[in-house]
Structures are given as structure tokens and as C-alpha cells.
């Protein structure tokens, strides 16, 4: 080295320095190393620990970007003194930091160097990329140098970031960046101050992947699929094999694959591109719509890549059969198939366990490996799924370890068979996931945290000087970590993260305010000029408008589907030759706290073919001076005007009580901000009946308070809630009341009644009335009614109900759901009456008050009944228990109270997320410690089919109790059971509802299609409308986040809530209105909300819009009394969703609480009677009970249509010769049995 290396002969080894220092006699050195110990509260992925043995670069940086001012120090062999310093970029850089892959000092890259082949000088880039490069049948010493070959790799890569950093540096004085208004302003002033000179200096966007700015594009343009596609349905994990026989084959002997990044990257690319080609084109796991993947690294010194994957409506995971048809958690049969089964051991096993992987402080797996075992897989729409994991009889073996299917990493079989290496495949059920998904693919670039210490080296000992304190800056340095395997892919400018689509980027900026970028030697006016003809995509919108009538039809988000645009001297929008459908449009987000700019880009979203920015202000033919103003009018913001605009508009059609119970529901499911000034511009409106009655305004107005104050008394609320003036005089018992009822009237009902009972519900009655006369004959208090649908348990209660309220006993009658509520005299649901809060944990509580006017309504009644008792959770009944014993002030049961619980255990079980049927079993009050004390009556005479119809209930008797069994389903509890043929059809759309709908049709409110799926139900509500005559009509909602401190806010700064607005839109959940809600005159709507349960406006009450207004609804629903229509009035509420398992934020939506309801869920339909009932089964039932509820709900054969498609994995059995067609049925027979031994 010494004799042909010119450098070994003019500077020092750093070897020979360090020799020199160790004479002294104590040395204070420094020593870095990386604290793998991280606190709990730092991101994981960004700061994991090493786990491989490797080479990395660290360095300090905020965002990523290497230091600009690395460099050499040297020291010359004939000065000791003096150091000099030797720039990262200098020709000699690389021959004096590797001199053994420069043995003889060969020059490295300089700047100028010319291509031989094409005009250009050499980059960096291209020159490092030639260094690596392998060729046929020569020696590199680049890639054969081991380890100092992973240095080599790094240091190169990080060189070429500077240099790209330095270029941008030098540049960026060069271009400015000014608002288009800004230089306009210049122009006109330019007089006063000769020395300004307009604009800022431009900062260029980061190129560098992982950067918070690269994130957050990337992360948004991410969110534009699924805000288009909806939730992503598979999400994938890629490693590299380093075992690959492309990588093993080629390295020498002795060398590690650890020292081939080069072979390992492109190997692994090259298999990266094959897998996609799999997924998007030939649909190995079902047709694909949309897919993006970013590459990491994670200190594991292989890549691998996250992938989401979204597929196509047919082949959506919508149950557990298509998710077993795709993923496995288990080992595959040895026997039958062996490579699989190997494959699995080598790749698919998670573990071991160890704290640098996934141990927590208490030695728990932060994984939650092992899984429980489980013999079937539970899919839920609204969390994660639950694989299969079957108990194995012989144990496997695997070094000292023993491990069975819970330790199985989720796998796709011929993913894992194809390619031989760790590819993890998850199901997306839940839109819930897509925060935590999103969050985890975009966590940005490795980060480490570098422990600096002072250690003494004397007499050949080394004594720790100075150990660090976590959080002391001096000693903890948060760096960027670069591997080798990291460095490489970068340097061959493999892509870092990818998509399916290509991001179409529109800007959005308000007049004269977008963004002109010039260079300095540019003169102004020249850039005035040539920026007022150069159009942004916002402006020449505008401009096609003009020009293009076609293209008025489409908002601008669409315009980019039938156009492009064209960046040429003008820019401009320019006509598709052809459809390509794999593009999304995505606006440009806007903070709300940027106000105007804001209120614009909310119209942008809706509003078509504007040819100005006083086109977009002009909402129904007024313009308006403010973006603000023209949003609001067309209720895209939250405003108090909405409410004063919806009772402006009622006050012309409503009479005055519908106007106070208008009010009254606004004051209760809106957040209003000045109730008071609402009530002091309408009070006269809301008590113009009473004016006309009394002819005294201040004791009208008196009335109007007293009705409103009574209203919101039996929610639980009070005019002072509201800051509204309480009655000033005691005229409760004056206003009529439309919730009282006359003791003679009721009486009169239960003797009209009585005697119309069958023996059956005679006898509960009569056992009842001698329980509350205390008759020895009948010593249990505690009665359980079991009937099956359409037995007469309603007519029961209601006839018990009003023989009660005919005595003047008091009783409290609840039931699970708003819609059976209804139905009972005083009917309220289990969560008011009690006060349970929503959702109910097992660990939740009643909040009344033992000396609250509700607990002395609990204390003084003598019944209590609860219906629907087979979809009441166990934990909500005992805290009913618990919370009554406590008012009651003793420990009986239910606190010595008459119980009467109903309910039908062959139809739909408790909801519990995330349940199998073990867990759903479980939750079943069947389940409950009390379930001992009550005695069961049976109703078992159906009184709701007719006479002639016994056949029809005794074939619902066999669906229901599951006792005629074709056959089981393969490797499920599930069974086959028969549907006559008679009642198949083609097409149960046009069965139920027919070719041509009329307008205010009200026998349309006795017929429904039910279907297990909402995404098959808002499918036929589409088609079922389009049958309608007349113009539809679309109300938007207004969006916005709940946050965790409950103020509420369209979009915060942090990903954990920093949607785009346009992604809030896009989320429907079963409990919340849609944000597009379409409608005509005549469609049948349902409530989404409990509106007035006690006048049977509630969740799941079906009405028939009888006309549309901008800011209410009319629409009539059936009286039950009198079997004739009424007409309701409904406006705007605030739909809230907290802790919703199907939405990722809790959200406020302001929308009407109605969706359309031609059809609906096979749950929804609990509790409802129809006359014509359609039953649509793309997909089989999959809970227990839905195939008897979707069955009974229809009173015969004859009005009962069913419709079956083979549609996914449960696909129904075909139709056979003996006039019968077979479907799956999932009952729990364990819920069927009169006790539950747990």
C-alpha cells in the first residue's frame, strides 16, 4: 500500500493516530451506540431495533435531508499540528476513505465528467450505479469487499443526497414565488420603495421519500383511492427471501447475501413486480381495482413492502367463507400438502418473542401471539377478522420450540407457494383499519436513537465516565438510520412507494391568488403579463365552461375523467380521446382555518359547470359577496342559520304544535348555538294556536315554554338546559297532551281485548294479575314469554298495558329497539329508561340518581316488562337488575318487581363485535345468573299468518328451530335447508314492486326487500327509485370530526385526524344517514334516529315522503290506532358517531336521520309486520336468526318472494327436481335450549 498509493505516502492512517493517543496516559474518547431499550410511547416501525447485522449511516436531520456540511479531516505525515479539511465531493474523497478498493489511489467522480456515448456530463448517480455494476467474467472489488461493501453502498448514497441538496441550495435564490395579486400590487406601488423586490425565495418540495412533505402527499393521494373505493379490502406484507436461488446461486463461496444489497434489491424487485402482476392482472385473490405499496427497511436488512388492496365489488371479503377462500392461519395438511406445510414452518411462524421484537414491559407480545384458538372464522364488517386457528393433534416441532396454529402469521397458500418467502395477508374488514393501515405504510424513514458517552481508556481499561439520561439532549441524538439494503434500492432509483392510479392534482385558490413562479432576472411586468394568460386547472375550468356545453355537466373534481389537462403556452383542458379509468382527481387540501379559501373548496366539491369565481358565490340564483355565505346557503357549513332558515321555511306549512315539536327535536339532537335568539325571532310561530285561544300573546307565549318544557322533560331535558325561559306560571296541566291518556279510554280498550285472548296468552294474563295481587297461587314474580313471530305477544302486553293504566297501576314497559317501542303503550327503549350510556361495556353503569324523578318511576311501578329480551345483552340486563335492587333499597331479584321479559330466542342474538358464536352465546341473558328465577309460558299459535296458511307456519317453525337438516356445510356448523319453489323468482325487484310506481303511494309502506348485506340494500333502493316517477332531489350533509377533547373540527393537523373532507364524505355506516341522500316525492324513507319514540317516531319507523322542502321533510307514516296516515315534519339533526367500529374518527354528520328504505337489512327488519315481503339473497345469512326474521316477517307464501344468486364463497345449493331449492341457515341451538350450563 505504502509503495503505489500516493495518499499512504502523504497522510497518516487513522490507525496511526489512534496508536499515538493510547501512549498518552489517560484518554477521554467518545462512543456511540444505539439504544435499543426505546420508550414505549415512540413509534416502533420508525424506531425499532436493529436485528440485523449491518452497516448504516446516521445522521441528525429533521426531515430526512443528509447534512450539507460532511467532509474529511486528514492529517499530513509531515505537519502533526495542522488537520485538514477534505469536502465530501472532492475527486480524492473515495481513494482516501476506502483505500483498499482503491488500492493504488484512483481518482473517484468529478464534476464535468462527459458521457461517451450521449451529450451530459456524469452524474453521481449514473457514476456510483457503473461502480456497482456487475459484468461477466470481471473481478469488481466494489461488491466483493464484504462489509466494507455495505460502508461503500451507504457512503455513496449518502453523497449523492448531498449533491442533490447542494444543487437545490445554490438554486433556490434564483426562483421566487409571489400570489399573482402580490405582483399586481407591485406594479401599482412600485414607486414608493425602488428597493423591494417582490416575492419569496422558492422552496423546493422535498424529494426525499419518508420526508414529512413526501408523507403527507403520499398519504393524501393514498386517501383519494379510498375515498373512491371505499375501505381497501387486503392488506399485504412482502419480505425479502435472502435464500432466493436468484440471490444464493450467484454469490461466491463464503459470502453472505448480506454483502449483496445490489443482488438482493433487484432480486427482490424484480419478484415485487411479478407479485403485482399477479394481483392487478391476472386477480390470483380476485379482480383488482386499486392497489399501493411503499418499500421499508426497518433495521431488518432486507426491503419488504406494505401493499393495500382493494378488489371489485364481486369479489369483496363480505364473510368469513371468501376470507378462508383466500387466507389461511393454520398449517396445511402435511400429508397431502408437504412443500406448503414446510413453507409455512420456514416462513409464516411468528417468534420467537424477545424484547428487541415485540415483548412490552410485562413480557407480553405486543402481536398478541399465540392467537387463541378458534374451529371457525369470525368475519365482522365493523372490527378485524378472527382466523381459524384449529386445536392440531401432534404438536410441531421447531428447534427447541413447540408451536401450533396460533402462532401461524396469516398467509395466502399460493402466494406462499409461488414465492417462497414471508408474505403476510390480511383481511381489511373494518373502514375502521384505514387509520391505522395508512398510518402504519406511511410511518416515514428509519429513525434511531444514537446514545453518545464519555468512557476513560487507561493502563488498557475502558471506565464509563458519564452514563446518559434519557431525555437529555446532549447524550440521546434522534438520527436518520440508512441501511446498505436501503441505500442500494435508492441508488438504482427503484421506487419507494407506488399506486395504482395516477393522482390528478387540481388547485384550488381564490381569485388572483394562485401561486406565479419566476426566475430573478425576470422583469415584472413581463411576468404579470405572461402569468394573466397562463391558466391554473381552477381557471381554465372556468374557461371550458365557456367554451364547452358538455362539459357544465361535471363539478370539478369530474372534469379530469372526460378531460386533460395540457400544460403548453396557455395550459388548458383538452377533450379524452380515449376513458382511462385508472385516475383520481384530488383537490389540493385546505385547512378550515383558511377560511375563504376554505368555504371554496367545499363548493368546488358540488357545485357544476361555473364559469367565474361569481358563479361558485351564486347558489339558487342569488349571489353572494362571500365564499362563506354561498357554502352556507347551500348547507355545506355548520351554522346557526340552518335552523332559522328550516323554521322560516316551516312556519308557511306547518301548523303550530308540529312547529313546537320541530323546535323541541332541534333543541335536542342539534348543536345550536343560541337557542335563545332562535325562540325569541319564532315564539310567536310556535304559539299562534294559543294566541288565537286565549288571545293574550305573553300567556300564549307562557303555553308554547310549558309545551316545549314538557317535551323535553320526557327526553330527560328541561328549557333550562337551553338557556330558554322557563313558564313563568304553572299551565302544564292546561296544554293538551297528545302523551297523556284517559284512564276510562284504556280501561274500555282492556275490556274489548280480554276477551279476543287466546287460551295461551290468557293464562300469562291471568297469572300476572294474581302476581300483582300477591295470590299464593302464583308465588314467582319473575315471567318469561317465549313466542315465535307473530304469536300475539304484542297484543298481550298492550292488552295487559291497558288494564294496568285502566287500574291506575304504574309499570314501565322498554324494549331493545326504538321501532318495538313503538308499539307499546308508553313504550320507551332499555337505554332511556334506564339511562344506560351508548355503547354499553360490560363495565358500564346506569346513571340515574337515586333521588331523581326517574329511579321514583322505577321505585312506584309494579311491572316491569322488557321486550325483544333475546337481543339484550346480558351485561345491560344485569346492571337492570342491579341498578333496581339499589333503588328498591333490598337484594331480591329485580328488587321484588314483577318482570316480564319476551322475546323469541329464534330470531337475531345480542351484538357483540368481534363475536363468534361462543362469545355471542355468552352474551345471551340466557347466559345470566337470573335466568334461574323465571318461569316460561310459551306462545306457539301463529296469529299472524291466516287460517289457511298452516303450512307456512310450520315450515317457519323448522327454519326457526332448525329441525330439518338437509346436510352441513363442509368444515362449518352451518346447515342446508329447504325453500319451496314457489316462492323463487328471477328478479324479487320486479315481484314486489312492479314495472311502474306512482306517486303517494301508501301501500309501498307494507312492502320491503330485506337482504343480510347493506351494500345489496342501498344497490335495490337505487334501482326501486329510479322506478319512481318525478325528479329527485339531493340534500348534503355537513361533515366534521369529533375529537378526543370534544370540540368539534373539519380537519386537525395530525394524521390522527386529519382527513380530507371530501374522505368524510365518503363514509357510510349503517347508523348514519348518507352524505348524499337522494330522494323523491312518494320514495319510503326509515328514521335512523330515535326521534319521538313515544310517538312512534324512532329508529327503524318507515314513512312515504309526501313532499320536499329545502331545509324539512314532509313525509306520512301509518297510525296504528286508526290505520291512517299522519303527516310528519322532519328536519336536519346532528347524527353523532362515537366509537363506531364501522368509521376510523368519530363523526357529526348534519343530515335528515332517514335513508331509503324499499329495502333493507335483515336485522333492520326485526319487529316490522309487512304484507309483501321480498327476500334478496346474493349472499347466504351468516348470524343466527336472520333467515326465520326475514322469513316472518311475511304472514304467508303467497306475499313472500325470494331471490337467490350465487354470488362469492356461500353460494346456495342449485335447484333440484323435488320442487324445492336449498339455502344455508345459521342457527344456535344452544339459544334455542331452555337454560344455558356455562
Known amino acids: ?54 452497516i448504516a449511516a446516521v445522521f441528525i436531520s429533521e426531515d430526512g435531508r443528509p447534512p450539507l456540511d460532511r467532509c474529511l479531516h486528514v492529517y499530513c505525515r509531515n505537519n502533526d499540528q495542522i488537520i485538514h479539511e477534505l469536502p465530501y465531493l472532492s475527486v480524492n474523497c473515495d481513494a482516501m476513505t476506502y483505500p483498499l478498493l482503491h488500492p493504488r489511489g484512483e481518482p473517484g467522480w468529478q464534476s464535468g465528467t462527459a458521457h461517451q456515448r450521449r451529450r451530459g456530463d456524469v452524474s453521481l ?89 413526501a408523507f403527507r402527499q403520499n398519504y393524501l393521494d393514498a386517501m383519494s383511492i379510498v375515498t373512491k373505493h371505499g375501505k381497501p379490502d387486503i392488506f399485504l406484507t412482502f419480505t425479502c427471501n435472502p435464500v432466493w436461488p436468484e440471490i444464493r446461486n450467484n454469490l461466491d463461496t463464503n459470502q453472505h447475501s448480506s454483502n449483496r444489497p445490489d443482488f438482493v434489491s433487484r432480486v427482490f424487485k424484480s419478484k415485487l413486480k411479478e407479485l403485482i402482476e399477479d394481483i392487478d392482472k391476472r386477480h390470483v385473490m380476485g379482480i383488482c381495482v386499486a392497489y399501493v405499496y411503499v418499500i421499508e427497511f426497518q433495521k431488518r436488512g432486507l426491503p419488504h413492502a406494505h401493499m393495500l388492496i382493494w378488489l371489485e365489488g364481486s369479489d369483496k371479503i363480505l364473510d368469513s367463507a371468501a376470507i378462508d377462500r383466500l387466507i389461511s392461519a393454520e398449517f396445511p395438511d402435511p400429508i397431502t400438502h408437504p412443500n406448503l406445510h414446510e413453507l409455512v414452518k420456514v416462513h409464516m411462524l411468528h417468534g420467537p418473542c424477545t424484547a428487541a421484537r415485540c415483548l412490552d414491559d410485562e413480557g407480553h407480545c405486543s402481536k398478541q401471539f399465540p392467537k387463541s384458538l378458534r374451529e371457525d372464522t369470525l368475519y365482522n364488517s365493523s372490527g378485524y377478522p378472527l382466523y381459524k386457528r ?228 351564486t347558489v339558487h340564483g342569488r349571489t353572494y359577496e362571500t365564499f362563506r355565505d354561498a357554502a352556507i346557503a347551500m348547507n355545506l357549513l355548520t351554522d ?49 294556536d294559543y294566541i288565537r285561544r286565549l288571545n293574550n300573546n305573553e300567556l300564549a307565549y307562557n303555553y308554547a315554554l310549558a309545551y316545549i318544557n314538557r317535551y323535553l322533560t320526557l327526553q330527560g331535558k328541561s328549557n ?162 342491579r341498578k333496581t335492587r339499589e333503588i328498591m333499597n333490598n337484594d331480591i331479584p329485580f328488587g321484588g318487581k314483577i318482570i316480564i321479559i319476551l322475546g323469541d330466542f329464534r330470531q337475531c342474538a345480542p351484538i357483540v363485535p368481534l363475536a363468534g358464536k361462543n362469545e355471542t352465546i355468552s352474551a345471551s341473558v340466557k347466559c345470566s345468573q337470573l335466568w334461574q328465577y323465571f318461569v316460561q309460558y310459551d306462545l306457539v299459535t301463529n296469529v299472524r299468518a291466516l287460517p289457511q296458511e298452516n303450512e307456512f307456519k310450520d315450515w317457519l317453525m323448522t327454519i326457526g328451530n332448525n329441525s330439518e337438516i338437509l346436510r352441513r356445510l363442509e368444515n362449518s356448523r352451518d346447515t342446508i335447508v329447504k325453500i319451496p319453489n314457489r316462492i323463487i323468482v328471477e328478479d324479487v325487484t320486479e315481484s314486489i314492486y312492479g314495472s311502474n310506481l306512482t306517486e303517494h303511494d301508501f301501500t309501498l309502506l307494507q312492502k320491503a326487500i330485506l337482504s343480510p348485506l347493506n351494500i345489496h340494500v342501498k344497490d335495490i333502493n337505487s334501482v326501486v327509485l329510479e322506478k319512481l316517477p318525478g325528479r329527485s332531489r339531493q340534500y348534503l350533509s355537513v361533515d366534521s370530526i369529533i375529537r378526543e377533547d370534544d370540540t368539534t373540527e373539519n380537519v386537525a393537523d395530525d394524521l390522527d385526524s386529519a382527513w380530507p373532507q371530501d374522505f368524510l364524505n365518503s363514509l357510510d355506516a349503517p347508523g348514519l344517514p348518507p352524505h348524499i341522500l337522494t330522494l323523491k316525492i312518494g320514495a319510503v324513507i326509515i328514521l335512523t334516529k330515535n326521534l319521538d319514540v313515544k310517538r ?19 313525509a306520512k307514516r301509518m297510525e296504528e290506532s286508526n290505520n291512517e296516515p299522519s303527516i310528519e315534519f322532519i328536519s336536519r339533526v346532528d347524527n353523532i358517531a362515537l366509537n363506531s367500529l364501522d368509521l376510523p374518527v368519530n363523526l357529526k354528520r348534519r343530515q335528515f336521520p332517514v335513508r331509503l328504505a324499499f329495502a333493507m337489512t335483515i336485522n333492520k327488519s326485526q319487529g316490522q309486520t309487512l304484507n309483501s315481503v321480498g327476500l334478496f339473497l346474493p349472499v347466504t345469512v351468516f348470524d343466527h336468526g336472520q333467515l326465520y326474521v326475514a322469513l316472518s316477517r311475511a304472514r304467508s307464501f303467497e306475499n313472500l318472494k325470494i331471490q337467490m344468486i350465487n354470488i362469492g364463497d356461500r353460494q346456495h345449493v342449485a335447484e333440484t327436481p323435488n320442487n324445492h331449492s336449498y339455502t344455508v341457515n345459521v342457527v344456535y341451538n344452544e339459544l334455542l335450549q331452555s337454560s344455558i350450563i356455562q
Not at 24 to 39: D, F, H, K, S, V
Not at 49 to 54: I, R, W
Request: net charge neutral; aromatic share 12%; glycine share 4%.
Open 125 to 213: 448517480l449514473e457514476y456510483y450505479s457503473f461502480r456497482i455494476a456487475v459484468r461477466p467474467d470481471t473481478f469488481n472489488q466494489f461488491v466483493m469487499a464484504g462489509k466494507l461493501t455495505q460502508q461503500y453502498i451507504v457512503d455513496a448514497y449518502v453523497k449523492i443526497e448531498q449533491s442533490r441538496l447542494q444543487f437545490i441550495t445554490e438554486n433556490q435564490p434564483r426562483i421566487r414565488q409571489e400570489i399573482f395579486q402580490g405582483l399586481i400590487d407591485y406594479l401599482d406601488s412600485r414607486q414608493l420603495d425602488v428597493h423591494y423586490q417582490p416575492g419569496n425565495i422558492f422552496i423546493l418540495p422535498s424529494t426525499f421519500i419518508g420526508s414529512p412533505r
Open 390 to 617: 384449529r386445536p392440531i393433534e401432534v404438536p410441531i416441532h421447531i428447534g427447541r420450540r413447540t408451536v401450533d396454529n396460533g402462532w401461524v402469521v396469516p398467509y395466502n397458500a399460493y402466494l406462499l407457494e409461488k414465492y417462497e418467502a414471508h408474505i403476510n395477508v390480511e383481511a381489511c374488514s373494518s373502514i375502521k383499519s384505514v387509520k391505522y393501515l395508512f398510518k402504519y405504510i406511511y410511518k416515514g424513514f428509519d429513525r434511531a436513537q444514537i446514545v453518545v458517552r464519555t468512557v476513560e481508556e487507561q493502563d488498557g481499561q475502558t471506565t464509563t465516565i458519564q452514563e446518559p439520561v434519557y431525555n437529555e439532549i446532549q447524550t440521546f441524538m434522534d438520527v436518520r438510520y440508512v441501511s446498505a439494503p436501503e441505500a442500494m434500492w435508492r441508488i438504482y432509483t427503484f421506487e419507494m412507494h407506488d399506486m395504482s392510479h395516477a393522482i390528478i392534482k387540481l388547485t384550488v385558490h381564490l381569485p388572483n391568488m394562485q401561486q406565479v413562479y419566476f426566475n430573478t432576472n425576470s422583469t415584472i411586468p413581463d411576468v404579470v403579463e405572461r402569468a394573466a394568460t397562463q391558466h391554473t386547472t381552477l381557471t381554465g375550468w372556468f374557461a371550458l365552461n365557456v367554451q364547452d356545453e358538455e362539459a357544465r355537466q361535471y363539478t370539478y373534481v369530474q372534469i379530469p375523467y372526460k378531460y386533460v389537462w395540457k400544460i403548453s403556452q396557455t395550459r388548458h383542458w383538452v377533450k379524452r380521446q380515449r376513458n382511462f379509468d385508472r385516475l383520481i382527481p384530488r383537490l389540493y387540501f385546505v385547512h378550515p382555518r383558511e377560511g375563504e379559501r376554505f368555504y371554496l373548496r367545499q363548493l368546488l366539491l358540488h357545485k357544476t359547470g361555473c364559469r367565474s369565481f361569481e358563479d361558485l358565490r
Open 640 to 688: 346557526d342559520s340552518i335552523w332559522f332558515s328550516t323554521l322560516q321555511e316551516a312556519v308557511r306549512v306547518e301548523i303550530p304544535r308540529a312547529l313546537r315539536r320541530m323546535f323541541s327535536q332541534m333543541l335536542l339532537f342539534c348543536e345550536i348555538e343560541n337557542p335563545l335568539a332562535l325562540w325569541e325571532q319564532f315564539k310567536y310561530h310556535l304559539s299562534e
Open 720 to 881: 333550562r338546559d337551553f338557556q330558554l325561559p322557563l313558564p313563568t306560571e304553572p299551565v302544564e296541566h292546561l296544554i293538551e297532551d297528545e302523551y297523556n291518556y284517559d284512564q276510562a279510554d284504556e280501561q274500555q280498550i282492556a275490556n274489548r281485548n280480554i276477551p279476543l285472548l287466546n287460551q295461551e296468552q290468557r293464562l300469562i294474563f291471568n297469572d300476572i294479575l294474581l302476581a300483582l295481587n300477591e295470590n299464593e297461587r302464583v308465588p314467582h314474580r319473575l315471567f318469561f314469554i317465549n313466542g315465535i313471530g307473530g304469536a300475539g305477544k304484542t297484543f298481550l302486553l298492550n292488552t295487559l298495558l291497558a288494564y294496568l293504566l285502566g287500574n291506575n297501576h304504574r309499570y314501565i314497559a322498554m324494549c331493545y329497539t326504538g321501532i318495538a317501542a313503538s308499539l307499546l303503550k308508553n313504550g320507551q327503549t332499555i337505554h332511556s329508561s334506564f339511562m344506560l350510556p351508548v355503547p354499553f361495556l360490560e363495565n358500564s353503569t346506569s346513571r340515574i340518581r337515586n333521588q331523581s324523578t326517574i329511579a321514583d318511576n322505577i321505585r312506584y311501578s309494579k311491572i316491569i316488562v322488557i321486550d325483544e329480551i333475546s337481543m339484550v345483552h346480558k351485561s345491560i340486563f344485569n346492571e337492570i337488575d
Open 1096 to 1114: 312512534g317516531l324512532c329508529n327503524g319507523t318507515r314513512l312515504l315522503i309526501h313532499n320536499l322542502h329545502e331545509n324539512f321533510i314532509e
Open 1 to 54: 500500500m505504502h509503495s503505489h498509493n500516493p495518499f499512504a505516502q502523504a497522510y497518516r492512517f487513522l490507525k496511526d493516530v489512534y496508536q499515538e493517543q493510547q501512549h498518552n496516559n489517560r484518554q477521554l474518547t467518545l462512543e456511540l451506540y444505539i439504544n435499543n431499550n426505546r420508550a414505549r410511547d415512540i413509534n416502533f416501525r420508525q424506531y425499532g431495533a436493529v436485528q440485523a447485522n449491518e
